[in-house]
T-cell receptor, first 112, second 113 residues
Framework: DAKTTQPPSMDCAEGRAANLPCNHSTISGNEYVYWYRQIHSQGPQYIIHGLKNNETNEMASLIITEDRKSSTLILPHATLRDTAVYYCIVRGYNTNAGKSTFGDGTTLTVKP | DVKVTQSSRYLVKRTGEKVFLECVQDMDHENMFWYRQDPGLGLRLIYFSYDVKMKEKGDIPEGYSVSREKKERFSLILESASTNQTSMYLC????????????FGPGTRLTVT
């Protein structure tokens, strides 16, 4: 699996967009970018994934740079309930995310 | 709502006790996983299973064993609990068709005294 680098913490004002960056400069051509989050005292929750095109679902948007060496998870209108640790992981498609290494991630704090 | 459930949210055991942590998923997933989570160390994979009666070691299997007698249930066993096994334990499952989207349980906070 490619290694990922994320900032340890970020703050965001409630109602504003939260943009969480992830660097994955060693990503290979068949590897996908997955995002999970973990709200305090709960298990991680899948958010979104992508290969090279931008992706959007009901939870978030994922922007992947053209060279695929970095990506940004966007929460368009952050709420207090979005305060969590966000993990960026890189895996081959349909390889087990359960075998992924979840590092320290980014602790996002949404403030009123 | 489909889910992964774990038998206890909080558990306190004494050193040397045998501890069973149970995980059940209702999504007919083939793959199941056990992790522990400690501050500064992230999630570390202990054991996983791709099928009934099948198990494979993860990154930190020492001191643990597992059992998967039925597809929906994956048990983690601490044969003789030690204080360094005090941790948050998380179970997860995924299907063969969507392996990238693991579903996690709520976790069990185990304290060994």
């Amino acid at each position: 699996d490619a290694k990922t680098t994320q900032p340890p913490s970020m703050d965001c004002a409630e109602g504003r967009a939260a943009n969480l960056p992830c660097n994955h400069s060693t990503i290979s051509g068949n590897e996908y970018v997955y995002w999970y989050r973990q709200i305090h005292s709960q298990g991680p929750q899948y958010i979104i994934h992508g290969l090279k095109n931008n992706e959007t679902n009901e939870m978030a948007s994922l922007i992947i740079t053209e060279d695929r060496k970095s990506s940004t998870l966007i929460l368009p209108h952050a709420t207090l309930r979005d305060t969590a640790v966000y993990y960026c992981i890189v895996r081959g498609y349909n390889t087990n995310a359960g075998k992924s290494t979840f590092g320290d991630g980014t602790t996002l704090t949404v403030k009123p | 709502d489909v889910k992964v459930t774990q038998s206890s949210r909080y558990l306190v055991k004494r050193t040397g006790e045998k501890v069973f942590l149970e995980c059940v998923q209702d999504m007919d997933h083939e793959n199941m996983f056990w992790y522990r989570q400690d501050p500064g160390l992230g999630l570390r994979l202990i054991y996983f299973s791709y099928d009934v009666k099948m198990k494979e070691k993860g990154d930190i299997p020492e001191g643990y064993s597992v059992s998967r007698e039925k597809k929906e249930r994956f048990s983690l066993i601490l044969e003789s609990a030690s204080t360094n096994q005090t941790s948050m334990y998380l179970c997860a499952s995924s299907s063969d068709t969507l392996r990238g989207q693991a579903r996690f349980g709520p976790g069990t906070r185990l304290t060994v005294t």
